[in-house]
C-alpha cells in the first residue's frame, strides 16, 4: 500500500533511502535544513574551486556505494589512483607506502615490525567482530604489537582519531578500520584503489538530485526540523518554524540525541538509548594552496603537539585540472561535541593550522595559501564504546509509524558513504519484507499495529 513518507535529513542516507523508498512506490518528501543535500558529503567553494566540504574517496570495493553511482550514471566517471601513505614521526616525513618502506621505518626496530605486521594480518582475518567489542583496543593492540610499538605507533593514531576517548573504545574500531583496507583484497581484486569522481560530490550530488526528481521525490531543503508528534489519526506532524505538515510515517537521519530532543513522544527507555550514544565531531579544514605539500595522500602525523590529527593531500588523488591546477590540503581534527574548538574563529583556526603546516612544511610561506575554510559538524560518528551493539538505539520507535536510522546503527564498519548505503538499503528491504509478510494494512494503521519487544530494537544487528 503506498504510503506518504518524510524522510528527514537530506545527506547520502536521506537520499538513499527517499530513492529506494520511491523505487517500492512510495510517495517520498525528502527534508533538509541546510540550503543544499548532501550533509557531511556535500561540496563548497573554496577560493574560486568547487570540492567536497570533506575529504571523501571511494574505494573499488564499496560495491552498495559503486551501485547506486551505476544508477545516477556516474560510475563511468570514476578515476581510479594508487595512492601514497606517509607518516610524520620524530619531526620527519616517512614513505610508509609498501611493504620494503615499512620495513625500513626507522622509528620502530625490526621485531616491533614483525609485531605490528601481525597484528594486521591477524586482525585482516579476525570474522568474530562481536567478541572484540568487549575488549579495550589499547589492551588489544599492546598484546598484539607491544607495548612500544602501541606506544610509538598505534596510541598517536588511536589520539588523532578519537582524542582521549580512545580509553573506552573497543578493539572493534581498529578492526573494523583495518577490515575496510583489506576488503578489497577480500572481494577478490589485487589490491585496494582509492577513487574520485570527476567534479567531485558536487557532481555526484547534481546527479543524485535529478534522480530523485526523476522518480518523483519531493525535495524540502531550507527546511529545520523542529518537532516530530503523532496526530489524534495516527498519522505523524513535522513541525518546522512556520508549518507543520503530516505524513504517513518518518524516518529520521538525524543523529540521536538531535531525535531524542525532537521527539517527546518516545518512552524512558527510548530516550535513555538515544542520548547514550557518544558522538565525536570534526573541525576540518580545506587549504587551497599554489603548490602541492608531499606525494602521500595521507600523512598520519605520530608526532605531538600538531593542531590538527592528520594531513590529506587531496590533489595527491585528484587530477589538480579539477581545482585550476592549485593543490587540496585538509587538515581535520576529531573532537568532542564540546570541545572548545568549535568556539574558536576562522582567523584563530587559520593562524593555528597553518602554522602547524609550516611547521611540518619549512618551505611552504603564507603566500602560497590561496585559500581557507573551516568546516564544524558536532555529531560525526558514534563512538565505538564497549560493548557499544549492545546499547543500539532502536530503529522502529514506539511512536507508530516513526523510524531512526543513522550512522549509529553502523555496527561492524567505520563511517563511510558505502556503509551509509547499506544501511539504507538493508532498512528499505527490511520495510518491504514487512509489508509482504503482514496483511497489507498491518503496520500501516496505527489502530491494528502492534510493535513487539524485539521490534523496538534493532533490526541490523548482524
Ligand atoms: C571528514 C570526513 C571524511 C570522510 N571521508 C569519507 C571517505 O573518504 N569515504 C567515505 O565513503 N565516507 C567518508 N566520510 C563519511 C561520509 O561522509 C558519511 O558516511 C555520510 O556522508 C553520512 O551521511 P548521513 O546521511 O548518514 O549523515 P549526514 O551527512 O550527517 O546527514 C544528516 C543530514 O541531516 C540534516 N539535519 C540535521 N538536523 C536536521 C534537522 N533538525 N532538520 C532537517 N535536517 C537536519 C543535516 O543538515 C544533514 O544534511 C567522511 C566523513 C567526514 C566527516
Request: hydrophobic share 30%; no cysteine; proline share 13%.
Given at each position: 500500500m503506498t504510503q506518504h513518507f518524510a524522510v528527514l535529513g537530506g545527506g547520502i542516507l536521506g537520499m538513499t533511502l527517499a530513492l529506494r523508498l520511491t523505487q517500492q512506490g512510495h510517495k517520498v518528501t525528502l527534508i533538509e535544513?541546510?540550503?543544499?543535500?548532501?550533509?557531511?558529503a556535500d561540496a563548497w567553494k573554496i577560493g574560486d574551486c568547487t570540492w567536497d566540504r570533506h575529504y571523501h574517496v571511494t574505494l573499488m570495493s564499496d560495491l552498495h556505494a559503486r551501485e547506486v553511482l551505476r544508477e545516477i550514471g556516474l560510475d563511468d566517471e570514476m578515476q581510479w589512483v594508487e595512492t601514497k601513505t606517509g607518516f610524520f614521526t620524530d619531526n620527519q616525513m616517512h614513505s610508509m607506502s609498501n611493504t620494503v618502506e615499512f620495513l625500513k621505518?626507522?622509528?620502530?626496530r625490526l621485531i616491533d615490525k614483525l609485531r605490528l605486521g601481525g597484528t594486521i594480518f591477524y586482525a585482516a582475518r579476525v570474522t568474530n567482530w562481536k567478541k572484540l567489542e568487549s575488549i579495550s583496543v589499547g589492551d588489544w593492540l599492546t598484546k598484539l604489537s607491544g607495548q612500544r610499538t602501541f606506544e610509538k605507533m598505534w596510541l598517536p593514531l588511536l589520539r588523532c582519531k578519537l582524542g582521549e576517548c580512545w580509553r573506552e573504545t573497543s578493539a572493534a574500531f581498529i578492526w573494523a578500520t583495518i577490515a575496510r583496507m583489506y576488503a578489497a583484497r577480500r572481494t577478490g581484486l589485487k589490491k585496494e584503489m582509492f577513487g574520485y569522481c570527476r567534479g567531485g560530490y558536487a557532481n555526484i550530488l547534481e546527479q543524485f538530485t535529478k534522480k530523485l526528481k526523476s522518480q518523483g521525490v519531493e525535495i524540502q531543503c531550507n527546511a529545520m526540523v523542529r518537532g516530530v508528534r503523532t496526530t489524534i489519526d495516527g498519522r505523524l506532524t513535522v513541525q518546522f518554524a512556520e508549518h507543520d505538515r503530516v505524513f504517513d510515517q518518518v524516518v529520521s537521519t538525524l543523529p540521536t540525541p538531535v531525535m531524542s530532543r525532537l521527539c517527546?513522544?518516545?518512552?524512558a527507555n527510548e530516550k535513555q538509548l538515544f542520548d547514550g550514544v557518544r558522538y565525536h565531531g570534526i573541525v576540518c579544514a580545506s587549504v587551497l594552496l599554489?603548490?602541492?605539500?608531499?606525494?602521500?595522500?595521507v600523512t598520519n602525523i605520530t608526532?605531538?603537539?600538531?593542531?590538527?590529527t592528520a594531513v590529506i593531500e587531496m590533489t595527491s588523488l585528484v587530477d589538480k585540472q579539477e581545482l585550476d591546477g592549485n593543490a587540496l590540503v585538509y587538515l581535520p581534527r576529531y573532537v568532542t561535541?564540546?570541545?572548545?574548538?568549535?568556539?574558536?574563529s576562522d582567523a584563530e583556526i587559520e593562524h593555528e593550522f597553518i602554522a602547524g603546516l609550516q611547521r611540518m612544511?619549512?618551505?611552504?610561506?603564507?603566500?602560497?595559501?590561496?585559500a581557507f575554510r573551516v568546516s564544524r559538524v558536532r555529531h560525526v560518528f558514534a563512538l565505538p564504546t564497549l560493548g557499544y551493539s549492545d546499547r543500539l538505539p532502536p530503529t522502529?520507535?514506539?511512536?507508530?509509524?516513526l523510524y531512526s536510522l543513522n550512522s549509529?546503527?553502523?555496527?561492524?564498519?567505520?563511517?563511510?558513504v558505502n556503509e551509509t548505503i547499506k544501511l539504507a538499503n538493508d532498512f528499505v528491504a527490511t520495510l518491504r519484507d514487512w509489508e509482504v509478510g503482514c496483511k497489507p494494512d498491518c503496520w500501516c494503521h496505527t489502530e491494528t499495529r502492534k510493535i513487539s519487544d524485539e521490534m523496538l530494537y534493532p533490526v541490523f544487528a548482524e
Open positions: 535544513g541546510r540550503q543544499n543535500l548532501g550533509g557531511l621505518f626507522p622509528p620502530l517527546p513522544e518516545l518512552n599554489k603548490k602541492s605539500l608531499s606525494p602521500y595522500y608526532d605531538a603537539g600538531y593542531p590538527f561535541p564540546n570541545d572548545e574548538m568549535f568556539e574558536k612544511h619549512p618551505s611552504l610561506s603564507l603566500a602560497d595559501v590561496k522502529v520507535t514506539s511512536v507508530p509509524g549509529a546503527h553502523i555496527v561492524n564498519g567505520t563511517l563511510n
